[in-house]
């Protein structure tokens, strides 16, 4: 990870177990005040980091599943205990939502043992693979696959984690060449910060006017099931061609990545974490390096953000959550979606979710 000046820093979890409190506590004095721009999509289960695909002429959507584990608030997400994946469809934009089920349990993946995390979704020859990120029983996180038949799933694991694979926030983007990519990484929980040269090990953290840490992207293999290369590391540049420092926490790389394609330009999006944006860069290549570009979405009702955008019918979509069901409880979260607009220069128009 080229991280030779880093230098190593308290447990994040000890110095910072205030942000996500304090975040939560002013969401639930001003949650009733707000006005949010869309209903969540759905309202019967909490559901968060939607990755949305269309599939068959439907859009489907592979959230992650919230429940209240009753676990204290902290900034490794320990509160965030998601044992298993149901899939939503709707055949239209805003239109009905359908609960296909639970479509895998973490009960059914031999090598994981907690916290399936935010998920993605890939199709190919027919067959789909749900791509997941869960603690092994070390307490490190891996990336794992599951395969089904159908968009909905059930989903059948494979018996082990991606060889190679770490950290969480799985995103894979198909190119027009038929191949796929998988896009990963997140700091503080997701252990992004625990990963030199392929070893686990201890937290280091690059200082405010060193190189922010950075996701990582893999080609995958012809089967969907491996790496077909070793990850390497994703550059996000300023407006000067330097690499994103790692005090420029409104620009830096934090989770959630995503990758759509708009007129031949690969847009890399993601979560700015601790500021709470969703933030772009565009490159010519899915490898970067990446052009910081701005802001997709303003922050949320609740600490995490995290998105994917997808085409239908001619039209582009932003899926995102927030905790606006939940009255502001940070780890009860909400799917929702908006119209996204692109100008004709390539240029998003920022969203704020919520009106004035």
Not at 14 to 23: F, G, L
Not at 82 to 98: A, E, K, N, T, W
Not at 243 to 252: E, F, I, P, T, V
Not at 297 to 321: C, D, N
């Amino acid at each position: 990870m080229n991280q030779d000046k880093a230098k190593p820093l308290e447990s994040h979890a000890a110095e910072t177990t205030s942000d996500a409190e304090a975040v939560t506590k002013a969401d639930l004095a001003r949650a009733s005040q707000l006005k949010p721009i869309s209903s969540p999509l759905v309202t019967h289960m909490y559901t968060a980091d939607p990755s949305a695909h269309v599939f068959n002429g439907k859009l489907y959507i592979y959230p992650s599943h919230d429940v209240d584990n009753g676990q204290p608030l902290n900034d490794n997400g320990d509160h965030f205990d998601m044992r298993d994946y149901h899939v939503f469809s709707l055949d239209r934009p805003f239109g009905v939502v359908s609960d296909h089920g639970k479509a895998l349990d973490v009960k059914d993946v031999p090598w994981a043992e907690k916290q399936m995390w935010a998920p993605d979704a890939a199709e190919k020859d027919g067959k789909y693979y749900l791509y997941f990120p869960a603690r092994n029983h070390d307490g490190i996180f891996q990336i794992g696959v599951a395969v089904g038949e159908q968009p909905e799933g059930p989903f059948i694991p494979q018996p082990e984690a991606i060889k190679g694979s770490f950290s969480i926030d799985p995103a894979v983007f198909k190119d027009q060449d038929g191949s796929h990519y998988m896009y990963f990484g997140g700091l503080w929980g997701g252990q992004l910060q625990c990963w030199r040269d392929g070893e686990f090990g201890e937290e280091q953290f690059p200082q405010d006017q060193q190189a922010a840490l950075r996701p990582f992207v893999a080609k995958l293999s012809d089967d969907m099931l491996e790496f077909a290369e070793p990850p390497q590391a994703i550059d996000i540049v300023d407006e000067n061609g330097e690499l994103l420092l790692a005090g420029d926490n409104h620009r830096r790389y934090f989770e959630g990545p995503w990758m759509h394609q708009y007129n031949g330009r690969y847009y890399f999006s993601y979560s700015t974490g601790d500021t709470h944006k969703i933030v772009y860069a565009s490159s010519d290549s899915p490898y970067g390096p990446f052009r910081y570009e701005g802001v997709i979405l303003e922050p949320v009702l609740g600490w995490t953000t995290h998105h994917s955008i997808v085409e239908f019918e001619g039209k582009w979509y932003l899926f995102y959550h927030d905790s606006t069901l939940s009255a502001g409880q940070t780890h009860l979260r909400s799917i929702k979606m908006a119209e996204l607009t692109i100008d004709e220069n390539g240029k998003i128009t920022p969203i704020k979710p919520y009106y004035d």
